[in-house]
């Protein structure tokens, strides 16, 4: 049975934490951000961890360990 390919744009976007959490950017920055105000672009700057749902579903494809 061939090897699973870990999905490669998933992998750029998301990074896995030391305790093997997902964390990812938040949305809504890079479309039409020079009408947004300082304070809007400055809620969405930081990064956020992946809900329960999601790392489950993105498991497979970023290739985390099961043992985190």
Same mark, same amino acid.
């Given at each position: =049975?061939? $090897? *699973? @390919? #870990?999905? +490669?744009? &998933? =992998?750029?976007?998301?990074? *896995?934490?030391?305790?093997?959490? &997902?964390?990812?950017?938040? =949305? #809504? *920055? ?10 809007? $672009?400055?809620?969405?700057?930081? @990064?956020? *961890? ?8 993105? @498991? +497979? ?8």
């Amino acid at each position: =049975m061939p $090897k *699973i @390919k #870990s999905h +490669k744009s &998933l =992998m750029k976007r998301v990074e *896995i934490t030391g305790t093997g959490k &997902l964390r990812a950017r938040k =949305m #809504s *920055i890079a479309h039409r951000a020079r009408f947004k105000s300082k304070r809007a $672009k400055g809620a969405v700057d930081s @990064k956020i *961890i992946l809900s329960a749902g999601h790392h489950k579903a993105y @498991k +497979k494809t970023v290739k985390v360990k099961s043992g985190q």
